[in-house]
């Protein structure tokens, strides 16, 4: 595929000069496949005609051998009348000579008689069925053997009535010698005639090419330079190809466009920016204020003075406030000195611990709390990782429908090799498919209040920390969110951590 990428980002003069080898590569690829064709079936038309001539003035002289014997015309007969004239007929005309009756027994052959048992004594019957199937009543044999080429012509010897006496046999062996070095002959003129033609070409295509693109290079240059904020100037080729020149006025059409845009697209990315800053910034401000009020609302309902243990929670209390009073000046920080979100402060984290102190601002008694283990350490900043927590569990429990009679929200925390697995799962409407590719884009929900940057956020804030965030969701069976992020120390590291 990288490579593939690389092919297609190769420039126009590089396609143009390469395009032209190629097709002379190929015009000369072709031309040498069809030439060696051609000498082929010359090849064979020769042999075929060959043979084919042969045949015709051996079966006229057996016609007057035939007319001239003393001897009764029948198939029995035609050994004696051979016996001395087919080696005749064999020197004559320089092939060998084979006879056999209607049923494809050998009668007579012109080999000598030590190498008789070289010749087939039967004619095979598929080659039998043929020759009687056959108008003209005749069949030519192809077959090959160690590299060698034969053809075998088989025809009936007919009398003076042209009834059938016998099967004339005449094998041919094709020598292609005389073709195969004119075929040789013609590739090495072909070569040298070629490697000529390649040098002339490449030197041809090069400075073809250069011409071609050299305008194009030109508007490319003078395109690179075209900033959308500055002072554009136009392009003047003088004459150049209609191509060229509608590419030109295009340009120069755009470059006035720029101008008369610039200062209204400013103004307008200003005027976003500004928009964009303010939602995320009440966002921001918005978000530690929920937990803020549960835990007021908390510590209210809880409030016992003779509580044994009333000053620690108050303690506890009075911390969750101040880390979310904190959260929000930070913000305000931020805002007012034009930076980023709160700076990250990482300290050394046992994520359990501080996901139980996230979930304690709830209210709500469904919310259950799993780990695998007591201690799993990161390094990230603690702020941070309580409104990812905080956010996921709050968006759980609006996903499930007031009217749900078995509410269900679980916080799971286990290690997977080097990483630390957060999941909330709920058992809320679900998200549908049309909206599961945009559940992460910045304003974008599904709820009737809110603007849609917390997931958004909670994202960034992730990632940059190496994490990631995924989820998974069936309509009408709930969510589950799957929080991962490095895990920095193991857990029989004796270090001491933030709780």
């Known amino acids: 595929m990288k490579e593939k990428l690389n092919i297609k980002r190769w420039s126009l003069r590089v396609r143009i000069f390469l395009s032209m080898i190629f097709i002379t590569l190929i015009a000369s690829l072709l031309i040498a496949v069809v030439s060696i064709y051609q000498f082929k079936k010359e090849a064979k038309e020769y042999h075929q005609d060959r043979l084919e001539r042969k045949e015709n003035s051996v079966k006229e002289h057996i016609n007057y051998i035939l007319a001239t014997t003393t001897y009764p015309l029948s198939t029995e007969n035609l050994p004696l009348i051979f016996r001395e004239r087919i080696h005749e007929l064999a020197n004559i005309h320089g092939t060998e000579i084979n006879i056999y009756d209607l049923n ?288 996921l569990v709050k968006n759980a429990i609006q996903a499930i429908d007031e009217y749900e009679p078995n509410p269900q929200v679980d916080v799971r925390i286990f290690r997977d090799g080097d990483k630390v697995k957060i999941t909330v799962k709920d058992n809320g409407k679900g998200i549908s498919a049309e909206n599961k590719s945009r559940i992460f884009e910045p304003k974008f929900t599904t709820k009737s209040s809110g603007m849609g940057l917390g997931l958004g956020i909670i994202k960034n804030i992730v990632e940059n920390y190496h994490g990631t965030i995924t989820f998974t969701s069936e309509p009408g069976w709930g969510t589950v969110f799957l929080v991962t992020l490095p895990v920095t120390f193991s857990p029989t590291d004796n270090e001491t951590t933030n709780h």
Do not use: C
Request: no cysteine; net charge negative; glycine share 2%.
């Open 104 to 391: 494809g027994q050998l009668l007579k052959t012109s080999k000598a008689a030590f190498s008789v048992d070289t010749v087939s004594q039967v004619i095979p019957n598929n080659i039998l069925r043929v020759i009687r199937a056959t108008a003209e009543k005749r069949y030519v044999d192809l077959k090959s053997e160690n590299g060698i080429k034969y053809r075998s012509a088989y025809s009936y010897i007919k009398d003076t009535r042209f009834k059938p006496l016998g099967i004339l046999n005449l094998p041919y062996i094709e020598d292609d010698g005389y073709y195969e070095r004119e075929i040789n002959n013609f590739l090495m003129r072909f070569m040298q005639v070629y490697s000529f033609m390649l040098a002339v070409s490449v030197i041809i295509a090069y400075f073809l090419s250069s011409y071609i693109t050299k305008s194009i290079k030109e508007v490319s240059d003078r395109i690179k330079e075209t900033r959308l904020n500055e002072m554009n100037e136009k392009i003047d080729l003088g004459d150049s190809p209609q191509e060229i020149s509608l590419l030109v006025h295009a340009y120069n059409d755009m470059v006035e466009d720029l101008d008369e845009s610039a200062a209204l697209l400013a103004q307008k990315e200003r005027e976003e920016a500004w928009r964009e800053m303010a939602k995320q910034v009440a966002h921001e401000i918005k978000n530690p204020l929920t937990p803020m009020r549960l835990t007021v609302q908390s510590f209210q309902r809880k409030f016992d003075p003779d509580d044994p243990n009333i000053r620690q929670k108050l303690n506890e209390y009075s911390d969750t406030l101040i880390q979310q009073i904190d959260t929000m000046t930070s913000v305000a920080s931020a805002f007012s000195s034009f930076a980023s979100m709160p700076a990250q402060q990482n300290e050394t984290l046992n994520v359990v611990k501080i996901v139980q102190l996230a979930l304690e601002i709830f209210n709500e008694g469904y919310i259950s709390f799993h780990s695998e283990e007591a201690r799993i350490i990161v390094r990230m900043d603690r702020t941070q990782l309580i409104r990812i927590i905080t956010n």
